[in-house]
């Protein structure tokens, strides 16, 4: 057995994705492919398009073997944060012999000379960065100019950075996991422009989110609708998403706004500041501007600084929203959906892991009540009764 694990979002699942998986088994010969996912809410600081639950089911039919969810503290921190949380789920599996990613750049030694540089950081690389992050950069604008140019270039693309934050990871575990680099295909990861097969996550978001908010299951738009998504997505995923579309289902960050208004006004500041990243800079301007509140979106744009990244901005106010306050040990993980004929991974991971795996019980604090927020949003919207968390079943395919 040869198992490949994969870190993902599949928010929403598309041809990437698939080709993604597809490739690891190529170059790897691996017997199965094991996806650490994000559950309710991701790493840009905000829900989900569509249920993880939906989400599991298109990873299972398109090539995943076993998807288990990322606790939801890891799933919405930084990019170390988010690498090191899943690496060490990935690495108490004690089945995983591979990481595989996606990425800009294929140079695997380059991306691990990189890491080791972030690693172990010299006292040149150390005053540089303080230097840069006195002059008002951000910490990401301030670590390039702390690194020589080529390490610099590799960092600012995307995904290339999370194949570092893994490598870091892995080292920092001395674990036996090899790297693997996939190149990318198609659309940058923030590239909004649907082109040719492969378009990012983001574009298909925006799709949503603004070209087709307004269409209904009328006038022959289905098939319009249908046929432009299945360009960019298996056509059984893009089925699903347009269900929900027009069931009112897909979740955007705005749909929590009250709630989060709410919460900035309810908490008082030692609770905020306790947020991971939240510091007491960004604070004053939340108090400062709380007033100036209109949406989820509105209030990030308008806590923006030249400092302070908006993804970052938008991560502080998910913290908030969901009381995220600490990075729990990782001892218990998700069982969000496996195929049939792949259930022997249960088995091997209940032998030779060191994690136990939940398929009906109750989950963790954070992820429980993540859950519980993000099934209100939707079912407020969709007019659907809500459905107890743990009262879902398993995602299981027969393939």
Known sequence: MTVAGIIAEYNPFHNGHQFHIEETR?????????????????????????????????????????????????????????????????????????????????????????????CEETPEFSQKLRKGLRAGLTFAQARATALPAAYAALLSQPNALLGVEYCKALSKRHSAIRPLAVLRRGGGHHDTALTGQYASASALRSLFQNTFADYTDSCGIKKELLQHLSEFMPPDAAEI???????????????????????????????????PDISPELLNRIRHHQYAFDSFSQFAGLLKTKNMTHSRIRRALLQILLDIHDYPPIRNVRVLGFRRGSASLLSEIHRKGYLHLLTSQEGSTYDVSADVLYDMVQRRKTGRNMIREWSKPLQIIDI
């Open 26 to 118: 190529r170059l790897t010969g691996c017997t199965h492919v094991i996806v650490v996912m994000s559950g309710s809410f991701v790493q840009r600081g905000e829900p989900a398009l569509a249920d993880k639950h939906l989400r599991t089911g298109m990873a299972l039919r398109h090539g995943a073997d076993l998807v288990l969810e990322l606790p939801c503290a890891y799933a919405t921190a930084s990019a170390e944060r988010f690498a090191m949380g899943a690496v060490e789920m990935l690495d108490r599996l004690g089945i995983v012999d591979i990481l595989s990613f996606g990425s800009e750049n294929v140079d695997l030694e380059q991306i691990a000379q990189t890491a080791d540089l972030l």
């Open 241 to 275: 998403l347009y269900e929900q579309h027009i069931q009112n289902g897909l979740v955007f960050a705005d749909d929590f706004s009250q709630l989060l208004q709410h919460q900035i006004f309810r908490q008082p500041d030692d609770v905020l500041l306790a947020c």
